[in-house]
């Protein structure tokens, strides 16, 4: 596999670094006082660390896209229509009243549920694996009947969704924190 990497030297660089940005390209940052040759062997020490390191980026890419509003705007009546139709699915064993539900471009949650009993999912719920989605869904849902994430809450979550432990570790895994 080929890897391309951007090298820049920096007078603040104490160290080597090398890293992996948010568009899965390495980059590589070299105090000015080590030349670019010594650079250029960390960097090749480093080939296996940094293939594995890119292959996980691309990952967290294709599950996850950068986004723009033009996704959001393409993408955001794909995700009313999936959370509709599994809120519809679950709430038929919960029976939980809720307020708005709303597709929004949340930036660092999958979801939420307000205490005004509304709740709302990140547009990109459409790029997740459906076990994922739902539970994603049946998380916020359960929030209508207990408001944190008590043991009483977690029995909720279970009576749907009973591998709950282990789609919330993949979840988690996958970059976004709940």
């Not at 080929?2 to 940052?29: F, M, P, Q, Y």
């Not at 999912?121 to 998380?139: Q, W």
């Amino acid at each position: 596999m080929e890897i391309s990497c951007k090298i820049k030297k920096s007078r603040r660089a104490k160290n080597i670094c090398l890293r992996v940005g948010n568009d899965a390209t390495a980059i590589l940052t070299i105090p000015w006082w080590v030349s670019k040759e010594a650079g250029l062997r960390f960097l090749a020490s480093k080939k296996n660390w940094l293939a594995d390191k890119i292959r996980i980026k691309n990952e967290e890419l294709r599950m996850h896209p950068v986004r723009t509003r033009v996704d959001y705007l393409k993408h955001k009546s794909q995700a009313e229509r999936l959370v509709w139709g599994r809120l519809e699915h679950f709430n038929a064993f919960y029976n939980f009243n809720y307020n708005r539900v709303c597709i929004r471009d949340q930036k660092s949650r999958w979801g939420s549920c307000s205490i005004k009993r509304n709740l709302n999912f990140s547009y990109r719920i459409i790029f997740l694996p459906p076990e994922l989605a739902d539970y994603l869904i049946v998380h916020e849902l359960c929030h209508l009947g207990e408001m944190n994430h008590s043991p009483r809450f977690w029995k909720l979550v279970e009576k749907t969704i009973p591998n709950y432990k282990l789609l919330r570790r993949k979840l988690l895994k996958n970059g976004n924190s709940y």
